[in-house]
């Protein structure tokens, strides 16, 4: 029995090989974030190396992205990553919203909320840890940002509008 239920995940898992995502390679910056925001050397490096993978349109795999299901699983991660801050396409959205993005982009780096932990595991992507200096200068970056966009817009078109739920028809 165990033999057969052996050989049965081996089929599977063979199989399961012929079988990968999209990947994420279309690297259009038409829209990028550094279209409309200074990027110094010291922080587009940073992005490169800690950001970009999982936060622009083009994604450096790894070789283990060609073995399933872990190339399902860094899809999954891509895909949720440029849900939450997609570098790629950061000046499209409207500028309360990029406001409000890099709001959020200094606080996960603050509280160490980004990068994931899982992007780091077992010493992998060790270029993404991010040393204290580095930390402070995306930081330091992302809240500058906000402040020349402080100065350049009217502050409540940098207010997020609240969402009220549609009213019940009666």
Not at 13 to 21: A, N, V, W
Request: aromatic share 10%; proline share 6%.
């Amino acid at each position: 029995m165990v033999k057969k239920t052996l050989l049965g995940l081996g089929f599977i898992f063979i199989l399961i090989q012929f079988f990968h995502p999209e990947k994420n390679l279309s690297d259009d910056r038409t829209n990028d974030i550094s279209t409309k925001y200074p990027l110094p050397e010291n922080v587009k490096q940073v992005f490169e190396v800690a950001c970009n993978d999982c936060h622009s349109n083009k994604t450096v795999y790894p070789w283990y992205n060609n073995i399933q299901p872990i190339a399902w699983m860094l899809n999954h991660h891509v895909v949720d990553g440029k849900r939450h801050f997609n570098f790629s396409t950061f000046t499209k959205m409207p500028i309360a919203v990029q406001n409000h993005k890099l709001e959020e982009l200094a606080e996960q780096v603050e509280k160490k909320e980004m990068p994931l932990a899982s992007y780091t595991y077992f010493g992998l992507h060790k270029e993404a840890n991010l040393t204290e200096e580095q930390r402070t200068l995306i930081i330091d970056w992302a809240r500058t940002q906000m402040d020349s966009l402080k100065a350049q817009y009217p502050a409540d078109s940098l207010k997020m509008k609240r969402r009220t739920p549609p009213k019940e028809a009666k």
